[in-house]
């Protein structure tokens, strides 16, 4: 009796084995793709794109081959393929043969793109096919497509003298960026992608003109979250001792470590260090703007969504006109305040001066205005807020530092949030212009 049940457990092996190693060329069968097209973000020429991957299923009930799977150009496009451990060399075509997939099992594709130059200044479609060719003669496809932008690559570019920089195309940033002390760099109209760990280093001046400034990765972290929403994407704008007359207009600096840092300088009460108007510094994964004892003028500029201070100053001189400071950085609930003003940074006493009217200041947090004063009678500590919205614990009876302030508490029927457009927290999307219902109107930057 044993015997014949060894018998028979081999026999059913067999069978089985037989059964998985099964091969068909009926013309009936068919892969199958959940979808037939691989899109693609948005690449740079002459650059590596990011890994994509997709399912092949054989969902019959026997096994299916391959006589080829290559791309239709071949080798023209840039695009890189890998069927499931076996590269498509492009030396012999873009194309793999004698592939098998057994039935109701499945492959996993890799597409990578290294598209060349298009010579044209907006994206342009980059397409090619992945043909799936079966031993019946059946050809299946999956369509490739992606934006190809042509770009300029600067790698840790020295600014030694008066220069303009003004460009139709991106410029994408490797290393840092530097601008050496006694030249002025002005950039205008333009647009600089920062690879990680990139940055802006500021030794002389800098002038920027309706720009943006930004991380260099187009692509989706997510399906429903772009990198262009994560912060800390590369270092930010660092104002170093020697750095004086900084003016931006109408200029965005998204996604950084941190958004702009002023080093501790001699204060100068008749040059403004840094000039900010109808700007955004907007998620950083540190402060937005940090400035030690320097002289700093904002006027209708958004700062917002920072895991630390929106705005931190450190003693000095700021002037603040028609301004939005919203906190409402996602990734972190130990987030920083909107607005710190402080006469001192470490140990060191520096007199401070703040005056700030028609700003909004609001965020998460009870309370986003932290004015912190170490060593008054030793070093002075100024300040004055007319015709603002405050969230912090009102202040009573205090006419010389709050003049017309709207105090928001928690107990408001329009507080925080509620008092702009969007504030998506679950795709990170935000639109600071004021609601209709906001009780701010007349205040902030829009």
Known sequence: MKRIFNVLAIA???????????????????????????????????????????????????????DQVRLRRGNQTGYRVNVDGIYLDNANGSQTSDVEIRRNDSLLVFVELTPGETGQQKPV??????????????????????????????????????????????????GDMKVEEGATLTIRNTTLYFHDSSGLDVYGSLRAEDCV????????????????????????IHIRETSKDNHFLRTEIRNPLYGVVCDSAALDTDHY??????????????????????????????????????????????????????????????????????????????PLYVYCAGSIMTG???????????????????YEFNRCLLRT?????????FIDILWETPKDSIEGKKHFVKIDEENLIYDFHLDSLSTAKGMGCY
């Open 12 to 66: 059913l092996c067999f069978v089985a084995c037989q059964d998985d190693d099964t091969f068909s060329a009926s013309t009936g069968l068919r892969l199958t793709f959940l979808e037939d097209t691989l899109k693609m973000d948005t690449v740079f020429s002459r650059t590596p794109s990011s890994t994509y991957t997709f399912w092949v299923y054989n969902q019959n009930d026997t096994g299916i081959r391959l």
């Open 125 to 174: 479609l980059l397409e090619d096919d992945l043909l799936f060719i079966l031993e019946s003669g059946v050809e299946q496809k999956v369509c490739l497509r992606a934006w190809v932008w042509d770009a300029q690559k600067l790698y840790s570019p020295v600014i030694s003298k008066d220069s303009l920089i003004e460009s139709s195309i991106p410029l994408v940033i490797y």
């Open 213 to 236: 400034m930004r991380g260099d990765r187009l692509d989706d972290m997510f399906d429903y979250l772009p990198y262009d929403r994560v912060s800390g994407q590369w270092n930010g």
């Open 273 to 350: 260090r840094v000039v900010m108007e109808q700007c955004i510094i907007h998620n950083c994964e540190g402060a937005g703007l940090s400035a030690i004892n320097s002289y700093v003028y904002l006027d209708h500029c958004q700062l917002t969504n920072t895991g630390g201070d929106c705005f931190a100053l450190y003693g000095g001189i700021a002037e603040i006109s028609q301004c939005t400071f919203g906190q409402f950085y996602p990734f972190s609930a130990d987030r920083g305040a909107a607005f710190r003003f402080t006469n001192f940074y470490g140990e060191t006493d520096i």
């Open 364 to 382: 998460y947090a009870d309370d986003v205005v932290m004015g912190d004063a170490r060593s008054e009678g030793v070093s002075s500590f100024d």
């Open 393 to 401: 614990p009102k202040v009573e009876d205090d006419p010389e530092h």
